[in-house]
């Protein structure tokens, strides 16, 4: 198993570009999060889904879209990138939604906005 | 805003002495979580102690939780120069994990 995979590493984008931020899981996990890192602030989540077809807003979600059309894939969208956006993402995965467990997480996307 | 705050911030101590942490929270919760993360690396579960528990092993790890305070402690023993790395809290208020903001440990060969 693979377990949660994240694309790009590393992207820097100019302020007002978009992108997406992929992660997949080949572990059939139900729960699937994104989060952000900043220096000093530890982790903060920013959208999650409890299955295929169901999002929710995490803490921070202004600016980030994502949709869950599949178990495996959780795509994190960046819609008008801001230097505020700069900082690593994790995607993580659980597998059960609800009294969530044990979080897997990925390596991280690194994103600068220039 | 952060649910759990991690104490100290950075800690550094030589191989082969023990290392806590402890971990302060806000709100109830189903269970409390502790993650390490290596410099550049994802979050690594280590262990998961649910809120009717007080205390819980695992190898050289040792948690303690105590709900009516709100508060935890990581205990590292023996700890080796390969336990350098950021050991988080993260506390479970359902489908949301809230983290702090980290403990840096450093520990010297």
């Known amino acids: 198993n693979a377990g949660v995979t994240q694309t790009p590493k590393f992207q820097v984008l100019k302020t007002g570009q978009s992108m997406t931020l992929q992660c997949a899981q080949d572990m059939n996990h139900e729960y699937m999060s994104w989060y952000r890192q900043d220096p000093g602030m530890g982790l903060r989540l920013i959208h999650y889904?409890?299955?295929?077809?169901?999002?929710d807003q995490g803490e921070v979600p202004n600016g980030y879209n994502v949709s869950r059309s599949t178990t495996e894939d959780f795509p994190l969208r960046l819609l008008s990138a801001a230097p505020s956006q700069t900082s690593v993402y994790f995607c993580a995965s659980s597998p059960l939604a609800g009294n969530t467990g044990e979080l897997f997480f990925g390596e991280g996307s690194r994103l600068t906005v220039l | 805003s952060q649910q759990g705050e991690e104490d100290p911030q950075a800690l550094s101590i030589q191989e082969g002495e023990n290392a806590t942490m402890n971990c302060s929270y806000k709100?109830?919760?189903?269970?409390l979580q502790w993650y390490r993360q290596n410099s550049g690396r994802g979050l690594v579960h280590l262990i998961l102690?649910?809120?009717?528990?007080r205390e819980k092993h695992s190898g050289r790890l040792r948690v303690t939780l105590d709900t009516s305070k709100k508060s935890s402690s990581l205990l590292i023993t023996a700890s080796r120069a390969a336990d350098t790395a950021s050991y988080f809290c993260?506390?479970?208020?359902?489908?949301?994990?809230?983290f702090g903001a980290g403990t840096r440990l450093t520990v010297k060969p």
């Open positions: 709100t109830s919760i189903n269970n």
């Open positions: 102690i649910r809120s009717n528990e």
């Open positions: 993260a506390t479970d208020l359902v489908n949301d994990m809230r």
């Open positions: 889904s409890v299955g295929a077809g169901i999002t």
